[in-house]
């Protein structure tokens, strides 16, 4: 059994070191073919900045599983035995990665955004990985029948594109992201999913190796493509762990995992649509803005709102290990005061701004 935390450290250290030493010869390829990102008078940036950074993120998840080719044990032969699996998911990630480098180089406008989200989406669908069934705290579990593909589909393109929402101060989206992807890593080496928890361990350290170059002051910045592959990432590794099980408190486990990016995309939406404005026009209404409009730095609302995920995905391990109805009703009572206190300072944002 140690041996199998040798392996997963190992993967976790090695996608680390992989991106935190990639990034710069990423900024500087950034530079030459043109992906910088621009100040204007939404950004909080004051100077052009480098994009493409998911690429180091990329590279630095996957280039370690060389390693797992190399080493023989449990986990190693259990992840070569699910190679068509994790394969359809990477093949289906490069394409979103392909189509944010496209955004960051060249622009992409939200219509060519969505069509290949949900080609890219429908194609995972109809590979195997879907959502059937929802898990029912009070019974048996629902089965969604031919609701499947839309659920599926929704929750591939929706977390994606709440994790590119994210993406509008320094070390925001990596951060959160890698303590998304750390919380399910746990969850899913409790539970013995093996190939799950080699997939977000190896994102996680790609993440966190990314976040020195990420953080406030930034060197470069992620782009679209890092945010809409790690969104992708993050999606497709929700539906083969987090539907996967009928335990009683798993219905709140994948909203106290991603709490963050839901709630700032929902609260996003229902000011825009209240305001009269198109729901997908850019602004300044995101929770992070609301935070800097506090007074917050770059830096502390990061902190703050990594610190969030970090609870909730810790209360999310938590009751995936201790299951009962009463954990689960705590679990609600905890994400709702959470999600209220960010309500007031979001709240005291606005009155302040107006």
Same mark, same amino acid.
């Given at each position: 059994?140690? $041996?199998?935390?040798? #392996?997963? !450290? *190992?993967?976790?250290?090695?996608?680390?070191?992989?991106?935190?030493? /990639?990034?710069?010869? +990423?900024?500087?390829?950034?530079?030459?073919?043109?992906?910088?990102?621009?100040?204007?008078?939404?950004?909080?940036?004051?100077?052009?900045?480098?994009?493409?950074?998911?690429?180091?993120?990329?590279?630095?998840?996957?280039?370690?599983?060389?390693?797992?080719?190399?080493?023989?044990?449990?986990?190693?032969?259990?992840?070569?035995?699910?190679?068509?699996?994790?394969?359809?998911?990477?093949?289906?990630?490069?394409?979103?990665?392909?189509?944010?480098?496209?955004?960051?180089?060249?622009?992409?406008?939200?219509?060519?955004?969505?069509?290949?989200?949900?080609?890219?989406?429908?194609?995972?669908?109809?590979? $195997?990985?879907?959502? #059937?069934? !929802? *898990?029912?705290?009070?019974?048996?579990?629902?089965?969604?029948?031919? /609701?499947?593909?839309? +659920?599926?589909?929704?929750?591939?393109?929706?977390?994606?594109?709440?994790?590119?929402?994210?993406?509008?101060?320094?070390?925001?989206?990596?951060g959160v992201t890698g303590c998304i992807a750390l919380s399910l890593a746990v969850i899913?080496?409790?539970?013995?999913?093996?190939?799950?928890?080699?997939?977000?361990?190896?994102?996680?350290?790609?993440?966190?190796?990314?976040?020195?170059?990420?953080?406030?002051?930034?060197?470069?910045?992620?782009?679209?493509?890092?945010?809409?592959?790690?969104?992708?990432?993050?999606?497709?590794?929700?539906?083969?762990?987090?539907?996967?099980?009928?335990?009683?408190?798993?219905?709140?486990?994948?909203?106290?995992?991603?709490?963050?990016?839901?709630?700032?995309?929902?609260?996003?939406?229902?000011?825009?649509?209240?305001?009269?404005?198109?729901?997908?026009?850019?602004?300044?209404?995101?929770?992070?803005?609301?935070?800097?409009?506090?007074?917050?730095?770059?830096?502390?609302?990061?902190?703050?709102?990594?610190?969030?995920?970090?609870?909730?995905?810790?209360?999310?391990?938590?009751?995936?290990?201790?299951?009962?109805?009463?954990?689960?009703?705590?679990?609600?009572?905890?994400?709702?005061?959470?999600?209220?206190?960010?309500?007031?300072?979001?709240?005291?944002?606005?009155?302040?701004?107006?």
């Amino acid at each position: 059994m140690f $041996g199998h935390y040798k #392996t997963y !450290l *190992s993967l976790f250290v090695l996608s680390a070191l992989t991106s935190w030493i /990639l990034t710069p010869l +990423v900024r500087k390829l950034a530079f030459r073919v043109g992906a910088i990102d621009f100040p204007n008078e939404r950004k909080v940036h004051k100077d052009p900045m480098p994009r493409l950074g998911g690429l180091a993120i990329f590279i630095g998840m996957c280039l370690p599983w060389i390693g797992l080719y190399i080493i023989e044990n449990f986990i190693t032969i259990t992840f070569q035995n699910y190679e068509k699996l994790w394969l359809k998911l990477i093949a289906s990630s490069i394409s979103i990665l392909l189509l944010g480098a496209y955004d960051d180089i060249k622009g992409a406008n939200a219509t060519q955004k969505f069509t290949v989200q949900f080609a890219v989406a429908f194609f995972l669908y109809s590979s $195997g990985l879907q959502i #059937t069934q !929802l *898990s029912n705290p009070f019974g048996e579990p629902i089965p969604l029948e031919w /609701l499947s593909m839309p +659920v599926t589909v929704l929750w591939l393109v929706g977390i994606t594109n709440a994790i590119n929402l994210l993406d509008g101060i320094d070390g925001l989206a990596t951060g959160v992201t890698g303590c998304i992807a750390l919380s399910l890593a746990v969850i899913n080496i409790a539970n013995g999913n093996v190939i799950v928890a080699l997939l977000t361990l190896s994102l996680a350290g790609a993440c966190f190796g990314f976040l020195p170059h990420n953080f406030s002051p930034t060197s470069i910045f992620l782009g679209d493509t890092g945010s809409l592959f790690m969104g992708f990432m993050l999606a497709g590794i929700g539906v083969l762990s987090l539907f996967k099980t009928t335990t009683l408190s798993f219905i709140a486990v994948p909203f106290l995992v991603f709490a963050v990016p839901f709630y700032d995309t929902i609260t996003v939406i229902i000011r825009r649509a209240r305001a009269g404005n198109p729901i997908f026009a850019a602004d300044r209404s995101h929770l992070h803005h609301r935070l800097l409009a506090l007074g917050w730095g770059q830096r502390g609302a990061s902190l703050f709102l990594c610190g969030i995920s970090v609870c909730m995905g810790g209360v999310a391990v938590f009751l995936t290990l201790n299951q009962a109805r009463d954990l689960t009703l705590f679990a609600w009572g905890f994400v709702l005061a959470v999600l209220g206190g960010v309500g007031l300072l979001s709240r005291r944002a606005l009155n302040r701004r107006s």
